[in-house]
């Protein structure tokens, strides 16, 4: 009872110090991969990095305590990371106080989705998601989250656009227009010792090694190289203006969208009045009509912004030194003729707030991580606004789903290697708990990690305590390491987080999806395309690829299989039409394969009487009851008016191999009776050796009608049986 609610405690039956020794290495080595990456991700995620340090906190622990998996290393990846991205961004700026409290939510709600579902044993409902849906979205996801990272690693700022191909395309003229060399040079630079010393030795923490060379390198060159100014000292009054104009843009949409809160909070007001009215009903449309207004008003002024922030993002400027050491700053190509330029490119950092125009941010050089706030987060409970919840709720369940999908199939690869037994429902338990406890530490949603799962498999570790020393070694970094990640160049996080997800791409997962079946290839590659399309909406391209397989389902359930059996040549009754077979024109054999219920009660009747059409000698309808494994009431009433029908035209019916549930539904119903015990035989060959004589035999003694001796039922007569002698 007690390991049913502390699954950890089953760790140290036969534990041993050398398996502590072990758990303690594997623990460290899965930390060293953990830090750097989960701090990638997070901005993946639209977080600060240092939120990717909170969610490699507690998660990792809670859900190594209280899942069936002894290796698996829970914490931020990438698919989670990106989607969480996609659920926020409508609902508040990446990276605001606002942003980020929504992600600790949707932790929470992601946490108790997972967790109900392990406690009521419904771990079966993430089957809604076919292999083929997932394999097409994870493909689409890894492209996404690749290309995401592409305005790092050349050193360009542009704003997200509605659909994120188009974001794509301001990144490449961006790029193409000025691309920051050496923010180029350590993007690549990582990319290189990453994919060296894998390829050298996989048990090196190439990716550690990489962030801490780049790092160096970034501290001791200066990569960095920021400067705050006044407003004055930019040379341009042009400037001046768009700076001004761009302020004011910002300022209205602030406005108006306080404006608009007011107005949504009136209308909850209203609609929550106990005493409803005509009047009430009035009020509330033109409520209604002031929010569209002020829509189209913060519409207006969102594009206004844009189109000047793109402006100033372009504009490169040159830094003329003063005597006393200050810069001002021109326009390259306004350079009165004369002065000498410090020989720098500088730009003007703009981000989606007011720009003060007694500190604006001249970047001449790359992008670190900057501060990183040390010590731990505080422990507390989310507050759940239950608006919010339940907006955040359809994104959670599919965040949830795609989560656990992903735990569960790295979890029985690792199990299959070590021979432990994996509790699905269990896992979901502990990945539940993960994200509850992780939110109330400032976590986001996580799920577990393939790459961190595949080294801790690989050091060894021997129980889920290597994952509580993972997290210790958070709790140690996050205490006493964080000032040494300042200078981390962004480049660098992007060059892991594309090296990570080179794994997800799996183009031979729609090759062998076609080859399976041509709609399960074809499902993989439209969820592929749609997900591709409709990014940053991502949710969207999995709902296309679950209707798909639904309907796929739904008609392949409504038009199961009816094959008429024949004689094959190793004395088996197979399908006619498949393998070329003659028929007997006076006996057709059915099988139905399938569940025989409301969905495709009538398709049976159908395809009998298509039988009947093309076989006008037919006498006797034999139903290979072996197909069908379900019957619901429907079913049953359309076997019995089929049965009616055939034997009001003077057919005869009866039923073979039918499995003992379907048997009970015919006693219940008193269809037995009906069909008449006789009719009823354990296999096919008894059903033919009765049949046959009944149907072949004309009235009079000893005279055959079928005096073609190579009928194809003819091997199915009892042996000692001569019907061809009166041929």
């Not at 040079?185 to 050298?200: D, E, N, Q, T």
């Not at 048990?203 to 190289?225: R, Y």
């Not at 981000?351 to 941010?361: A, E, F, H, I, Q």
């Not at 005096?707 to 061809?724: A, E, F, M, Q």
Request: aromatic residues 8%; charged residues 15%; neutral net charge.
């Amino acid at each position: 009872m007690l390991t049913k609610f502390f699954p950890f405690l089953l760790w140290f039956k036969k534990y041993n110090k050398e398996s502590f020794n072990i758990d303690v290495i594997s623990g460290i080595t899965v930390a060293l991969v953990l830090i750097p990456q989960s701090m990638a991700y997070a901005q993946l995620a639209g977080l600060p990095p240092y939120y990717g340090l909170y969610a490699a906190f507690l998660p990792p622990m809670v859900a190594a305590l209280f899942g069936s998996s002894r290796q698996l290393a829970t914490g931020p990846v990438a698919v989670v990371s990106l989607m969480t991205a996609a659920s926020l961004e409508p609902l508040a700026t990446a990276g605001s106080p606002e942003y980020v409290a929504y992600a600790v939510v949707l932790a929470l709600t992601v946490g108790i989705f997972q967790f109900l579902l392990g406690v009521l044993r419904l771990g079966l409902i993430v089957n809604f998601l076919s292999h083929p849906v997932v394999n097409g979205f994870t493909n689409a996801a890894a492209i996404i989250i690749a290309s995401s990272q592409l305005s790092k690693l050349f050193g360009v700022y542009v704003d997200k656009a509605p659909h994120h191909y188009e974001t794509i395309i301001r990144v490449i003229k961006a790029a193409i227009s000025y691309t920051h060399l050496p923010t180029l040079f350590m993007g690549i630079l990582a990319i290189s010792i990453m994919y060296v010393l894998k390829r050298l030795n996989p048990k090196i923490p190439n990716v550690l090694v990489a962030v801490v060379i780049t790092t160096l390198i970034s501290w001791s060159t200066g990569f960095e190289n920021n400067h705050r100014v006044e407003l004055n000292v930019i040379m341009s009054p042009d400037i001046h203006t768009s700076i001004s104009e761009f302020n004011t843009s910002i300022k209205n949409i602030s406005e108006f969208g306080k404006q608009r809160a007011d107005l949504t909070r009136k209308i909850e007001t209203v609609k929550a009045s106990e005493t409803k009215k005509h009047d009430d009903s009035v009020e509330i449309l033109n409520l209604n009509h002031e929010v569209t207004i002020l829509n189209t008003y913060i519409a207006g002024q969102k594009h206004k912004s844009h189109l000047i922030r793109e402006e100033l993002r372009s504009i490169k400027f040159a830094a003329v030194p003063e005597t006393d050491g200050k810069l001002i700053f021109y326009p390259r190509n306004l350079v009165p003729g004369g002065l000498e330029t410090d020989g720098h490119v500088w730009r003007i950092k703009v981000g989606n707030k007011k720009l003060d125009t007694t500190s604006l941010v001249m970047m001449g050089a790359g992008a670190v991580v900057g501060v990183i706030p040390k010590g731990l987060p505080s422990l507390d409970v989310p507050k759940i606004n239950l608006l919010v919840f339940f907006q955040l709720l359809p994104f959670a369940i599919i965040i949830s789903l795609l989560g656990f999908m992903e735990a569960i199939a790295i979890a029985k690869a690792m199990a299959a290697k070590t021979g432990q037994k994996l509790d699905p429902n269990q896992e979901l338990i502990g990945q539940g708990l993960s994200n509850i406890i992780g939110s109330m530490g400032k976590s986001y949603p996580v799920s577990g990690s393939f790459s961190r799962s595949a080294v801790n498999l690989q050091a060894g570790a021997v129980t889920g305590l290597s994952s509580v020393i993972t997290s210790l070694v958070v709790v140690v970094a996050l205490l006493f390491f964080t000032p040494l990640l300042y200078h981390l160049p962004q480049a660098v996080l992007a060059s892991v987080i594309m090296m990570a997800v080179i794994g997800l791409v799996n183009v031979s997962g729609f090759m062998h999806a076609w080859k399976a079946q041509w709609y399960d290839g074809a499902i993989s590659i439209i969820t592929f395309i749609a997900t591709l399309i409709l990014a940053p909406h991502l949710e969207k391209g999995i709902y296309i690829g679950v209707v798909l397989s639904m309907f796929v389902f739904l008609y392949k359930s409504m038009r199961p299989k009816v094959a008429t059996l024949s004689m094959n040549v190793d004395d088996a009754l197979r399908e006619a039409e498949d393998f070329g077979l003659k028929e007997c024109p006076y006996v057709a054999a059915i099988r139905f394969d399938g569940p025989l219920f409301f969905a495709n009660a009538s398709f049976l009747e159908d395809e009998v009487y298509k039988i009947r059409s093309i076989k006008p000698e037919l006498r006797h309808i034999l139903i290979a009851a072996d197909g069908i494994n379900d019957m619901d009431a429907s079913g049953e009433e359309a076997l019995s008016l089929l049965i009616d029908s055939l034997r009001s035209s003077g057919l005869g019916v009866s039923m073979s191999g039918v499995k003992q549930n379907i048997q009970d539904v015919l006693k219940r119903t008193h269809m037995v009776e009906k069909i008449g015990e006789t009719n009823i035989y354990a296999t096919k060959k008894d059903a033919i050796k009765a049949i046959y004589p009944k149907t072949h035999n004309i009235p009079g003694p000893g005279e055959i009608i079928c005096t073609d001796i190579t009928c194809p039922l003819v091997n199915y007569i009892p042996l000692d049986t001569d019907l061809t002698k009166n041929n």
